[in-house]
């Protein structure tokens, strides 16, 4: 019996994949960093949470797509290095609203 293998992805367009996915979370923390510095200094400290925190966590949430892609072998990272590195995020997101 022969093997059925499925169709693998051509290098160029999970490179294509990779850069856009790379360049949209770019954009997404970026919006996020944004949205601190001005809501703290506009509005204080004590509204950062509360101006930031539905966006934080869809973008945080977002960011799961890079332990499955490590998971596949999209990615080429470690995998404990991505669920470490996503759990600290999501764990100073919660500091940071029970700080203020």
């Known amino acids: 019996m ?3 293998k ?3 992805t051509s290098p160029a367009a999970l490179q294509y994949f990779l850069i ?5 979370s770019a954009t997404l923390w970026s919006v996020v960093l944004g949205r601190v510095l001005t ?3 506009v509005f204080g400290l004590s509204r950062v949470y509360s101006g930031t925190g539905n966006f934080l ?3 945080q949430t977002l960011a799961i797509l890079e332990i499955i892609f490590s998971a596949t072998g999209t990615l080429h990272r470690e995998l404990l290095s991505g669920l470490s590195k996503d ?3 999501a764990g100073d997101g919660i500091s ?3 700080r203020w």
């Open 2 to 4: 022969s093997e059925v």
């Open 6 to 8: 499925p169709p693998k």
């Open 20 to 24: 856009l996915y790379n360049a949209v």
């Open 39 to 41: 809501i703290g200094l």
């Open 57 to 59: 966590r869809w973008t």
């Open 87 to 89: 759990h600290t995020a």
């Open 96 to 98: 940071i609203r029970n």
